[in-house]
């Protein structure tokens, strides 16, 4: 009996494809999210693993310096003194070359002698000369095979190192063998040579970078005896960790919209289940009452769906693949802008992100039907063929749904500010927002409705009364809809205020600590000096009304991994920063006494809270040293955060009393690009010196924080054709239940075109009314993104810009899809035949 009704159910989605092809589409949709977004995070990681597996390899420790370079005769002391065989001095920069690509390589110093205990590149014999040989004078280097076939760069030509707007000549003296020239491989991101070659490079002079190490634990200690002040030994697989951690939140953020994705493919498949079960009423009717139990009835439709969904997922995964190697390369883009420099970027497609997807979407599914096919089973054979039966079950289960909904709401609450969740755990109480939020849809729109009703009555032509009654009349099914669509526009809401709160905060950031007319800034990446003249003559310029002027250096964090620390001549953005901790009422004598300013980033990575204590630990040339915090400040840079120390603690701590870039602030606007033409003209032809507008700079960032949330506009792209589909969905179905009613209305004498329009205004009504119950649960939604799951994720704080024009669009989303989603049904309705419509069995 069952594969007999299941053949029938088949039969049936056969025959009408429109609503088939809209559930599949509705999983596709989301099984292609899940993956996409899932194929973009597990390549970041493997793109990290083989970005650092060639720099790490297998040392265990490392020794490195405050300011990330060391003396090389610590290395000759490690060997000598201690006899540590296992250690291998290194030297890496990051390092462009348009010959390769333009991409980013990481130029590598090594000794080739040290190297045979952590890495093992081997060079491709037949080559006339050793690779690293510098006889010539020309600075020799080693690249990928595989590189050097795909951008075809043959052996002994030069190459181009560009670092900053550095440019210096090499010549590619062999290949690093990397095996199967088809796979990537951790090599392929690196440029080889020795040490010396890096040096003259690099101009380290006698210095590297680092020393791996392969210790035992007796070692450690004698190891650190050893060290001078300003150099520390670090585990290597930790400092990793510290690097890899900083895009973690990244990460959390995508499988938090691939989850967003999915969800509202749950309410599509929901409503596109709900209109197959409301089109077979009568057939469900006539099975029972021919002997199909309530069993069969459930499991005819949930086989219907589990087929249907297993295409879907199968198409889903397709698109998914195709979605993933598309944005694989604008998010490791975005990492590296942001976060680390991924060197290897690659898309990594494993079965298992495949059968995640699937599953997704087929679990979305089942969950997505229980309901229509509980709802389809139990009820006995006539009531099936009754739809005021719907309506009367509804309606006394409105008390029900509405403590339901409350209580889940306040679970939500519950989670976001008792329950401390990770951040990947947050979105569960968001999910049970939603649910709780459409638990009370039906009773807010009887409310609704009772609060409106003397005005519709006052001022409401007919078709309006009428379309206003049907909504309450069909609540079974508005309610439904109203739901799906308040969820997918207060998603739309919560996005856009985040997305456009956080640009307004970045916006006032920028003007304040980037707020000058004109930057003045050095490129030279071995040499980041300004001379103190130049300082001098722009300030005599007559259009310069004052200058600000401060370094900016990179110290290394045992915490945090890389921190930046700037010391200020003269801080004109003093008024300008936005206090989240200890606020100082003057911030000069406390910097003086060697307290220090910190970022939100640096304060979370150092775990740094006023109430329990006022101290953080930096590693400085002196050794760690405890500073006091005066109080942490909004900043939106990443990494391992930022500083802000005196003069005297710059140049007592890390030996650095330099300037690196200045800001011009003029009494005119008009003067910008004179001023610019005036300032390049001072500046010696051999220096690399960048001098910009601020504007310029302003439209910089924000294009990079453009670029990161391109993600938050494919979800909204989304979050619109789910609307539109499922709304679609649920008129259509509505449509099929009341051709009756419809039929009885042409036969009173009600016109074809009254009829669609009494359709569309049921539409655009059920629009509205999801619109206004979107707009709360949207900006809920943004507070939490903002003040809860954001501050978890990233560190940083913004404030909330709620704009009405956000709230006016978002409206306006609704309303639009439901009457555009209406059009096609509505027409059908006008052409209802009245014999068929009043026809009774």
Known sequence: MTSVLFKICFRLSLRHPLRTAL???GIAI????????????TSITKSFELSTSALTSRSTHQIVGSNFTIPQHLFTQLRTQLGIKA????????VKTDQLGNKTFTLMGIDPFSEIYFRSFETIKGTNSRPMDLSSGRPGVLISRRNARQFNVKLNRPIYLRFGNKEIKAIVAGFIDTGDVNSRNPADGVILTDIATAQELLELGDNITRIDLLLHKDDIDKVRQILPKGVFLVETNKQNQVVRGLSRSFETSLTAFSMLALFMGIFLIYNTVSFSVARRRHINGTLKALGASGRQI???????????????????ALLGVGFGKGAVNAVCSTVSDMYFVLTVSQAHISSMTILKGVLAGITASFLASIFPALKASRAIPITLMQRSASERAI??????FMFTGLLLISCAVMIFKVVALPPAYDFIGVFILFLGSSFLAPGLVLLISWASSGLVKKYGKVLFKMAARNIVRSLSRTSVLIASLMVVVSVFIGIEIMTKSFRASIETWVDGHIGADIHVSSTDELDRRLDFDLLDQIHKLPQVKDLSAYNIHRIYSVVAGEVHIFSYIKDLSEKQWTWTAQRPDKMEPFLEQGWILVSEIFARKHSFNPENGNHVTLETIQGPVRFKVVGVFRDFFMGGGRAVVSRNVMKKYWGLDDITSIQVFLNSTDEIEPTIHMIKKMIPETKMVKVVSGLSIKQSILSVFDKTFVITTALQIL?????FTGILNSVMALLIERKKELGILRACGAK??????????????????SGVLALPLGVFLAWVLIDIINQRSFGWSYDMVLSMGILLQALLLSVGAAVIAGIIPAFQAGKTNISRALHME
């Open 752 to 769: 074809s075109d009254q009829v669609r329009r009494l359709m569309i205004m049921e539409c655009g009504i059920n629009g509205f009314v």
């Open 30 to 41: 989301g099984v292609a999210g899940v993956i996409a977004i899932d194929i973009s995070k």
């Open 395 to 400: 309606q006394n289960k409105i008390p029900v």
């Open 298 to 316: 459930f499991l005819m439709v949930i086989l219907e769906v589990f087929l249907f969904s297993l295409i879907g997922s199968i198409l889903g």
């Open 719 to 723: 979050t619109a054709i789910v609307a």
């Open 87 to 94: 250690s291998a001095p290194v030297i890496t920069r990051h």
């Open 23 to 25: 559930m599949t589409i």
